[in-house]
Protein backbone atom coordinates (compact mmCIF):
# COMPACT_ATOMS: atom_id res chain seq x y z
CA UNK A 1 0.00 0.00 0.00
CA UNK A 2 1.01 3.27 -0.30
CA UNK A 3 0.86 6.21 2.09
CA UNK A 4 -1.53 9.08 0.92
CA UNK A 5 -0.36 12.24 0.12
CA UNK A 6 -0.78 15.36 2.67
CA UNK A 7 0.85 17.89 1.30
CA UNK A 8 -0.18 21.90 0.94
CA UNK A 9 -2.28 21.80 -1.22
CA UNK A 10 -3.88 18.43 -1.08
CA UNK A 11 -7.10 18.05 -1.87
CA UNK A 12 -7.56 21.46 -3.76
CA UNK A 13 -8.59 20.82 -7.57
CA UNK A 14 -11.86 21.92 -6.99
CA UNK A 15 -11.68 24.39 -4.47
CA UNK A 16 -9.03 26.73 -6.07
CA UNK A 17 -10.65 25.95 -10.03
CA UNK A 18 -10.99 29.15 -11.68
CA UNK A 19 -14.14 29.64 -14.05
CA UNK A 20 -13.55 29.91 -17.65
CA UNK A 21 -12.96 34.12 -17.92
CA UNK A 22 -10.82 33.97 -14.37
CA UNK A 23 -8.01 32.48 -16.06
CA UNK A 24 -4.77 33.77 -17.07
CA UNK A 25 -2.98 36.13 -15.13
CA UNK A 26 -3.95 38.11 -12.40
CA UNK A 27 -5.08 41.68 -13.25
CA UNK A 28 -3.13 44.86 -12.73
CA UNK A 29 -5.81 46.49 -10.46
CA UNK A 30 -5.88 43.40 -8.23
CA UNK A 31 -2.19 43.65 -7.56
CA UNK A 32 -1.73 47.40 -7.21
CA UNK A 33 -4.87 48.00 -4.42
CA UNK A 34 -3.78 48.84 -1.46
CA UNK A 35 -5.03 47.88 2.13
CA UNK A 36 -5.09 49.68 5.24
CA UNK A 37 -4.81 48.54 8.61
CA UNK A 38 -8.64 47.87 10.11
CA UNK A 39 -9.98 47.11 6.35
CA UNK A 40 -11.33 44.22 6.29
CA UNK A 41 -11.07 41.49 3.51
CA UNK A 42 -12.05 38.23 2.08
CA UNK A 43 -9.13 35.48 1.56
CA UNK A 44 -9.93 34.62 -1.77
CA UNK A 45 -6.70 31.72 -3.38
CA UNK A 46 -5.92 31.85 -6.73
CA UNK A 47 -4.11 28.85 -7.74
CA UNK A 48 -1.98 30.47 -10.54
CA UNK A 49 0.49 32.10 -8.35
CA UNK A 50 2.48 30.46 -5.81
CA UNK A 51 4.19 32.75 -3.71
CA UNK A 52 2.31 34.10 -0.63
CA UNK A 53 -0.48 31.75 -0.64
CA UNK A 54 -2.25 30.53 2.73
CA UNK A 55 -3.23 27.85 3.62
CA UNK A 56 -6.41 26.22 2.06
CA UNK A 57 -8.59 26.11 5.39
CA UNK A 58 -8.52 30.15 4.99
CA UNK A 59 -10.30 30.29 1.60
CA UNK A 60 -13.20 31.88 1.48
CA UNK A 61 -12.50 33.35 5.34
CA UNK A 62 -12.98 36.85 5.90
CA UNK A 63 -10.24 38.45 8.06
CA UNK A 64 -8.52 41.89 9.48
CA UNK A 65 -5.68 43.77 7.73
CA UNK A 66 -3.61 44.33 10.66
CA UNK A 67 -0.01 45.10 8.87
CA UNK A 68 2.12 45.39 5.90
CA UNK A 69 5.04 43.46 5.85
CA UNK A 70 7.16 43.82 2.18
CA UNK A 71 4.74 42.97 -0.35
CA UNK A 72 2.89 41.14 1.68
CA UNK A 73 -0.18 41.63 4.13
CA UNK A 74 -0.38 40.21 7.75
CA UNK A 75 -3.76 39.36 8.38
CA UNK A 76 -5.37 38.10 11.23
CA UNK A 77 -8.67 35.26 10.81
CA UNK A 78 -11.13 34.22 13.76
CA UNK A 79 -11.12 30.28 13.69
CA UNK A 80 -13.45 29.47 16.42
CA UNK A 81 -12.46 31.29 19.87
CA UNK A 82 -8.87 31.69 18.46
CA UNK A 83 -7.65 34.21 15.87
CA UNK A 84 -4.37 33.30 13.11
CA UNK A 85 -2.47 35.74 12.03
CA UNK A 86 -1.61 34.71 8.28
CA UNK A 87 0.91 36.95 5.98
CA UNK A 88 -0.82 36.71 2.56
CA UNK A 89 -0.06 38.38 -0.78
CA UNK A 90 -2.68 40.69 -2.25
CA UNK A 91 -3.40 38.32 -5.70
CA UNK A 92 -4.93 36.04 -2.86
CA UNK A 93 -6.89 38.56 -0.70
CA UNK A 94 -10.00 41.03 -2.30
Known sequence: ???????????????????????GKVGLSRLLR????????????????????????YHGRVGIVKARRGRS???EVAEGKQTRTLIARPEHIE
Do not use: C, W
Open 73 to 75: YVI
Open 34 to 57: TYNPGDKVKIRIDSSVHKGMPHRR
Open 1 to 23: MVRRSKGYRSRTRTLFRKQAREK
